[in-house]
């Protein structure tokens, strides 16, 4: 068994979730699933279908984009990948998808205004989105400087990457991350949800409030407080 084995099955898992959940077509999006301790991460090969993946597909790349193992490219984001897992220590997962609603706001240059109580769930900001890269950004290492651009607009925000683990990238698309693969997927997915939640609301009523301080803090403390009391004590 190779030494990659784990995080080549992670990342395998996580991207077979993405077409499952609606957040990907064809060859849209692409999940990575980092190991800390061997300084890399899996991810998937570039333009390669979902229901043609295994798990040996995986390229294991480092934190400087380097390929280390795979026969295969990987894909066209991983050194957006690279930047985020070498400066963000404590994220093991990052997902990247065009999926629509998210997607769509990205193109619209909108951070999702915070309207209701499903997005406090998640977060008790307005989701971000960065505004689209200066064009030597765009015209130098693309990839690697969407990574840069992401962790310099969270930091312009005064947004904690820990706490906040969701972003739009202007004109492009959506960017999650999470302790694991796993948890980054679950974020795209939310950050979904929210995305067409807010797009309905806007179209109900365009002047929808933003949610209120009250509730928007009881929602986030009884999911992620110190006395939070939402689902179930985990078993000793």
């Known amino acids: 068994m190779s030494k990659y084995t784990d995080i ?25 699933a980092a190991d800390r301790d061997l300084g890399v991460f899996a ?3 570039s333009g390669v279908a979902y229901d043609k993946l295994t798990p040996n597909d995986m390229v294991i790349v480092d934190f400087e ?5 795979g026969k295969m490219r990987p894909s066209s984001d991983t050194l957006t990948h690279a930047v985020l897992y070498k400066h963000w220590e404590k994220i093991n997962g990052i997902v990247h998808t065009h999926s629509t609603y998210a997607t769509a706001w990205a193109q619209s240059q ?14 008790t900001v307005d989701i971000p989105c960065a505004p689209p890269m200066d064009d030597h950004m765009i015209e130098g290492d693309y990839e690697l400087q ?10 312009h925000k005064g947004h904690s990457y820990e706490e906040v683990e969701m972003i739009l990238v202007g004109n492009h698309a959506p960017f999650s991350w999470g302790k ?5 997927v679950y974020n795209s997915a939310i950050l979904e949800a929210i995305a067409q939640m807010a797009f309905l609301t806007e179209q109900i009523n365009p002047q929808a409030p933003r949610l209120k301080d009250a509730l928007k803090n009881k929602h986030w403390q009884r999911k992620h407080g110190a006395n939070s009391y939402y689902g179930q004590e985990e078993s000793k």
């Open 8 to 32: 080549k099955e992670q990342a395998y898992e996580a991207n077979m979730q993405l077409p499952k959940l609606g957040l990907v077509i064809f060859t849209f999006g692409n999940v990575s």
């Open 110 to 123: 909108r951070d999702i205004p915070i309207f209701g109580t499903t997005h406090a769930d998640y977060n």
């Open 65 to 69: 984009g380097v390929t280390v193992k």
């Open 43 to 45: 991810i998937k090969p």
């Open 180 to 184: 694991t693969a796993e948890k980054a």
């Open 146 to 155: 969407t990574g840069h651009q992401i962790m310099n607009y969270m930091k």
